[in-house]
């Protein structure tokens, strides 16, 4: 399993400071006085937090403790916990003593521990969550690679896009306590006790091991992260097992534990904690942990002290400065011509060849920052602009689809507006950070619990009255998607209500575009749902087209279009509908999962003739984890680029895993007449250029934006957000121009380049998700 690293990240986030605090509690708003104590306990008790979110894996592969372990995952065990804390402690001394606070903090982490290992094992009946969806997209299949790779791996990858500084330097173990414990659990004497010194011995073990895993485990993040984009790219915000899911689940769980604190557990049959799958049976699946050698401790890694009179085993490393080398240096991309003539397209300093001579910091540019100084809110994951109040000038809209909602102080995603007065005067200022709540003039609020508000949003006239709607998706709004649309009002801009909420299964993960299908000088509402099931086929995908009318409001469930998945057979995971995009005549669709055995997720885009909706041709990728499609981009009228974000580069003797490519079409080549037969095109017809990234898992092509109509002076923006060891680059380039320039973030992990969006004629939007753990 994910060990102390990934479980660690599920009770404990990096925060703005060095001080350690949790993704979990943090994102806990206690609604009551109660509540709040709790939550100040267990920010203020890192070192038992952190030891306790290891601890139900104390005993895997370690002195024939598997059971135990085991055992220490379920409810049962937490609640049998609970009540003896209740029964030894006065309730008097639960926030006045250290010890039984740390021992309580203690206790919640395990319950971390335990209800995140069930989204991320699948267990308890739970379907195409985070291993399996990675076995079914990267592993053929196969389960037990795809555990192996996802157990290890993600801790790696996990340290590669953290510093893990909130990692506590001390561990404290209530090993007397957890024996009382296990003495109850087992008090028909099924199982056997486990000793004092046992449990010493295996949680000192794994601490080295995780200190092991802080310093060196980045050097490993090359090997695992090479086998699967799924990895790479899903860990966070997988919607069934990513961190953002599990870490939610156990938010929620918080205040049911609270209230056995309070008032005492009750066992039941299944015995059942905060959610229905988080239950322990005689038939519960194991967690199937995979054997993970522990290190021998050594004095020079760790100092040991068990204090016999409150039963405490602490735990510290030895800080001692080390530097681990800087394995993944960031090099400029490759534009390579349609006729494979290579030539570096980005000058380089003769003494610095990693440093890229024209690669601006951001700051010296001319612009202004959005941000929130909130943990996990992430401000920016979708920008765009529109008239929301007819008055002729540009808005913008940002989604924050992790931000709480005010009232209710539920995850349920926020959209920010800002109206064209405001923007102007930001820019006057020429502030560098500005808090966007202080300074948007319409804040839209979701109503869904961990329903992602505004994780994709599209301008459109909806009702055919000359002023910009703005349409909100709310992808996982109680396991089947939604789409609101609010109203643009001359001089008044967006309601606060929806004039149309959408709802279906068949809009989860949605994908929002505005395309005029039916030719009447309206665009209408395209919707993209890649993570749709098909025929029981799990992540088939589909498009549903609702037309924009002038009477139209309340509630549609039916779409007046829907394009199929052309791929009949072996449809599972191709995610079509991950990209939509409109070409003068022609819709283009992507299905980047798309794979053509035995190679996986070579991608695929899919041609449209707007009019009958009959399929006129077919590009497909060409190598594994290519994912050619992911992004597609156009000045609708010459030029199309399609980006393949995890592809393998290939530059001289050099291979670059997961560098990604961006290639660039002429339309008229591309779409050139063709007979009823749906054509296969080859990946180079009509290809002018092909953008090559030069940076291990930098994933060029992660977002694109073309700009100018004149072909003199039209080019592109491509981002790079994991390039810069994740800090984030964004290239700008010319068509035809011997340059290309590049803007660099010098903020740490921030993924700058997550998103990129025009906003109007001569400025660009470029969002960092991870902007100091925020978003900007």
């Known amino acids: 399993m994910l060990k102390s690293l990934l479980v660690a990240f599920i009770i404990t986030i990096q925060c703005l400071k060095l001080n350690a605090c949790g993704i979990s509690i943090e994102n806990f708003v206690p609604k009551t006085p109660i509540q709040e104590i709790y939550k100040k306990d267990i920010l203020e008790s890192a070192s038992y937090s952190q030891a306790g979110s290891?601890?139900?894996?104390?005993?895997?592969?370690?002195?024939?403790?598997?059971?135990?372990?085991?055992?220490?995952?379920?409810?049962?065990?937490?609640?049998?916990?609970?009540?003896?804390?209740?029964?030894?402690?006065?309730?008097?001394?639960?926030?006045?003593?250290?010890?039984?606070?740390?021992?309580?903090?203690?206790?919640?982490?395990?319950?971390?521990?335990?209800?995140?290992?069930?989204?991320?094992?699948?267990?308890?009946?739970?379907?195409?969550?985070?291993?399996?969806?990675?076995?079914?997209?990267?592993?053929?299949?196969?389960?037990?690679?795809?555990?192996l790779a996802a157990d290890a791996g993600a801790e790696f990858t996990l340290r590669h896009s953290s510093h893990l500084s909130y990692l506590n330097e001390t561990w404290h173990v209530p090993?007397?306590?957890?024996?009382?414990?296990?003495?109850?659990?087992?008090?028909?004497?099924?199982?056997?006790?486990?000793?004092?010194?046992?449990?010493?011995?295996?949680?000192?073990?794994?601490?080295?091991?995780?200190?092991?895993?802080?310093?060196?485990?980045k050097l490993m993040f090359g090997y695992?992260?090479?086998?699967?984009?799924?990895?790479?790219?899903?860990?966070?915000?997988?919607?069934?097992?990513?961190?953002?899911d599990m870490s939610a689940s156990v938010t929620d769980c918080y205040p049911e534990l609270i209230n056995a604190f309070e008032h005492g557990a009750t066992r039941t049959e299944p015995d059942t904690l905060c959610a229905s799958y988080f239950y322990t049976s005689l038939g519960n699946t194991s967690c199937f942990k995979h054997p993970k050698q522990h290190h021998t401790e050594s004095q020079e890694l760790i100092y040991k002290f068990y204090n016999p009179i409150t039963g405490v085993f602490t735990i510290t490393a030895n800080t001692g400065e080390k530097e681990t080398p800087d394995e993944n240096l960031s090099l400029p991309p490759i534009v390579q011509s349609g006729h494979h003539e290579e030539r570096l397209r980005f000058q380089l300093p003769t003494d610095q060849p990693n440093k890229a001579k024209k690669c601006y910091p951001l700051q010296q540019g001319n612009g202004i920052t959005l941000t929130i100084p909130l943990s996990s809110a992430r401000v920016g994951h979708q920008t765009i602009s529109g008239d929301f109040n007819g008055n002729g000038k540009l808005d913008m809209a940002i989604s924050a689809p992790y931000h709480n909602h005010a009232t209710t102080q539920e995850q349920t995603g926020t959209v920010f507006i800002l109206n064209n007065t405001v923007m102007m005067s930001l820019w006057e200022e020429d502030k560098h950070d500005n808090d966007i709540r202080d300074v948007s003039t319409t804040v839209l609020q979701g109503g869904v619990n961990h329903g992602r508000f505004g994780w994709s949003m599209v301008t459109i006239d909806m009702n055919k009255d000359g002023i910009d709607d703005l349409a909100i998706a709310t992808p996982f709004s109680n396991h089947q998607g939604m789409i609101e649309i609010y109203f643009g009002k001359a001089n008044f801009g967006l309601g606060k209500n929806p004039g149309i909420r959408i709802q279906s299964q068949d809009l989860m993960a949605s994908i929002l575009a505005a395309i005029d299908v039916n030719q009447d000088g309206y665009k209408d509402l395209v919707i993209g749902c890649p993570l749709c099931s098909v025929k029981n086929q799990l992540q088939v995908g589909s498009v549903s087209i609702f037309y924009s009318k002038e009477q139209v409001s309340g509630v549609l469930t039916q779409a007046d279009v829907v394009i199929e998945n052309p791929n009949s057979e072996s449809a599972a995971y191709d995610h079509f509908g991950e990209s939509v995009l409109v070409v003068k005549d022609t819709i283009l669709i992507g299905a980047p999962g798309y794979s053509m055995n035995p190679k996986q997720r070579v991608g695929r885009v899919y041609a449209f003739d707007m009019a009958t909706k009959k399929l006129k041709w077919v590009i497909s990728g060409t190598s594994e984890f290519q994912q050619f499609g992911r992004v597609l981009a156009t000045d609708n009228n010459a030029i199309v680029a399609i980006s393949s974000p995890s592809e393998e580069t290939v530059i001289g003797l050099q291979k670059f895993w997961q560098g990604g490519s961006v290639r660039i079409y002429d339309w008229q080549r591309l779409d050139s007449k063709h007979d009823d037969i749906v054509t296969h095109l080859h990946m180079e017809q009509g290809m002018m250029s092909v953008i090559k990234g030069r940076t291990n898992a930098g994933h060029l092509g992660e977002s694109l934006s073309v700009f100018g109509h004149d072909q003199q002076q039209a080019g592109i923006w491509i981002g790079e957000p994991m390039s810069e060891q994740e800090n984030g680059r964004v290239y700008r380039w010319q068509f035809g121009s011997e340059d290309i320039e590049c803007i660099k973030n010098d903020q740490v992990l921030a993924r700058f380049g997550s998103q990129i969006n025009s906003f109007g004629a001569d400025a660009i939007c470029i969002t960092s998700q991870r902007y100091g753990q925020n978003a900007r």
Request: proline share 3%; aromatic share 16%.
């Open 54 to 147: 290891f601890f139900p894996d104390w005993g895997y592969q370690c002195l024939g403790y598997n059971q135990q372990s085991e055992d220490a995952h379920w409810p049962t065990f937490i609640k049998t916990a609970v009540n003896y804390i209740r029964e030894v402690y006065p309730v008097s001394r639960f926030h006045t003593d250290e010890h039984v606070k740390g021992l309580i903090s203690f206790v919640f982490a395990i319950m971390s521990h335990g209800m995140a290992d069930v989204k991320w094992h699948s267990l308890a009946g739970l379907s195409d969550y985070f291993i399996v969806a990675m076995a079914n997209s990267d592993f053929h299949g196969d389960t037990k690679e795809s555990h």
């Open 175 to 217: 090993v007397k306590d957890m024996i009382e414990i296990y003495k109850r659990l087992y008090s028909s004497g099924e199982q056997k006790v486990p000793l004092a010194s046992h449990i010493q011995y295996c949680m000192a073990a794994a601490f080295a091991a995780s200190k092991i895993d802080v310093e060196f485990g």
């Open 224 to 244: 695992y992260g090479s086998k699967s984009p799924f990895l790479t790219e899903e860990l966070y915000d997988y919607y069934k097992g990513g961190i953002q």
